[in-house]
Nanobody
């Protein structure tokens, strides 16, 4: 069982940076693939980034590649999403997720979710 709590969202201007955190509980956190997803009003939840249990493999959506960085600190049971050069189209609720095994392409296939943190980017 894994419980996830996100933090770090806020209101920023275009071009600014934010770092989201996802604190996880559970003794086997280090063995889970972790991911970040986002959902804008009226849109489906979409993949942002994933990181393997070892931290050695990451994937990114094309829309954020080069601007966002996912990382994990196993000692702190925390996953981060560093977001640079934010754009108004990055505005969404951001969710942390965990899945046992390799990353899944569909949000419905991820087993554990946080409650989300809002990111709003003004132009």
């Amino acid at each position: 069982q894994v419980q996830l709590v996100e933090s770090g969202g806020g209101l920023v201007q275009a071009g600014a940076s934010l770092r989201l955190s996802c604190a996880a509980s559970g003794r086997t956190f280090s063995r889970y693939t972790m991911g970040w997803f986002r959902q804008a009003p009226g849109k489906e939840r979409e993949f942002v980034a994933t990181i393997s249990w070892s931290g050695g493999s990451t994937t990114y959506a094309a829309s954020v590649k080069g601007r966002f960085t996912i990382s994990r600190d196993t000692a702190k049971n925390t996953v981060y999403l560093s977001m640079n050069s934010l754009k108004p189209e990055d505005t969404a609720a951001y969710y942390c997720a965990a899945v046992w095994g390799p990353p899944r392409s569909q949000p419905a296939d991820w087993g554990y979710w946080g409650q989300g943190t809002q990111v709003t980017v003004s132009s």
